[in-house]
Nanobody, 126 residues
Framework: QVQFVESGGGLVQPGGSVRLSCAIS????????IGWFRQAPGKEREGVSC???????YYAEFVKGRLTISRDNGKNTIYLTMDNLKPEDTATYFC????????????????????WGQGTQVTVSS
């Protein structure tokens, strides 16, 4: 069974940066897209970014320009670098296999039905 272990979160000041990591195990098909999702208290989980095996990347409109997703296939790990963090970025961040729907130049990122990991908490506050 596929498993995701997220790490790297913490308390960050507004305008700061953080790099999240996601270690993946149990994948039987390496030709899959992996993405990041987040859930803030009282809100639904939302797709943030997704990367395909050809390294093409997709971002939700609300984070474009501030986030960079990358993958290291040799280490079965994906990363999410977040810059210029805002208080509204405060959430628990998860990774999972992802699907991408493109419409009018915008990406909607949704998860495949995998079990969620524990996530990693990012808190943006002064």
């Amino acid at each position: 069974q596929v498993q995701f272990v997220e790490s790297g979160g913490g308390l960050v000041q507004p305008g700061g940066s953080v790099r999240l990591s996601c270690a993946i195990s149990g994948l039987t098909d390496e030709n899959v897209a992996i993405g990041w999702f987040r859930q803030a208290p009282g809100k639904e989980r939302e797709g943030v970014s997704c990367i395909r095996t050809d390294s093409s990347t997709y971002y939700a409109e609300f984070v474009k320009g501030r986030l960079t997703i990358s993958r290291d296939n040799g280490k079965n790990t994906i990363y999410l670098t977040m810059d210029n963090l805002k208080p509204e970025d405060t959430a628990t961040y998860f990774c999972a296999r992802c699907r991408i729907l493109l419409a009018r130049g915008q990406a909607t990122i949704t998860p495949v039905d995998d079990p969620w990991g524990q996530g990693t908490q990012v808190t943006v506050s002064s």
